[in-house]
């Protein structure tokens, strides 16, 4: 009998909690203009966002998102690209802070990328490749939003694209 006593207590206690934390009210955001945007993620599992700060610092807006390791990116005109360098997972940004996610080849399952950018309405980067024939090959991919994909090419040691206007700048290494 005490044991059930207890027991009760226990599951009482936890719904008064559970309903004590739900009432508690939810930090307000900032009304300030946002000066700033900030993309993180987990480098190890799909867990990041995108936070708005104010001048002062103070958070202004918040969007949780299933992102990892975004940290290859590049500034196209005024919008922000982002790429997911261990998963397939990317953004691109506006000023605005709207932002638009994609994947690469329309399938999560592949590559993240060494480097990404936009060129008009396309996506131009370079995913993550693998050793074929004792040679490290990576993947070469152009394709708009919508997942149309206009080029996908191997190339052997490419490690950075950068655009200016319409124009492609390809580095690559040799080892």
């Known amino acids: 009998m005490k044991k059930f006593l ?20 939810q930090s307000k955001h900032s009304s300030a203009e946002t000066a700033y945007y900030i993309v993180h993620s987990d480098m190890l599992k799909k867990a990041g966002g995108i936070v708005g700060i104010d001048i002062e610092g103070n958070i202004t807006s918040q969007e949780l998102l299933k992102i990892q390791d975004v940290s290859k990116c590049d500034l196209v005109g005024n919008t922000f690209v982002a790429g997911g360098n261990r998963a ?9 802070g709207n932002f638009n996610e994609f994947k690469l080849l329309d399938n999560p399952n592949y590559s993240g990328v060494t480097t990404i950018t936009a060129n008009g309405d396309n996506i131009v980067a370079v995913m993550n490749g693998n ?7 990576n993947l070469l991919v152009i394709q708009d939003l919508e997942g149309n994909v206009f080029e996908k090419k191997f190339l ?19 080892i």
């Open 88 to 96: 397939n997972n990317h953004l691109l940004i506006d000023q605005q």
């Open 156 to 174: 052997i040691y490419l490690h950075q694209i950068s655009s200016v206007m319409k124009m492609q700048f390809i580095s690559l290494e040799h």
């Open 131 to 137: 050793i074929v024939e004792n040679t490290y090959q």
């Open 6 to 25: 207890i027991l009760i207590g226990s599951i009482f206690l936890l719904i008064f909690l559970y309903i004590g934390v739900k009432t508690i009210p």
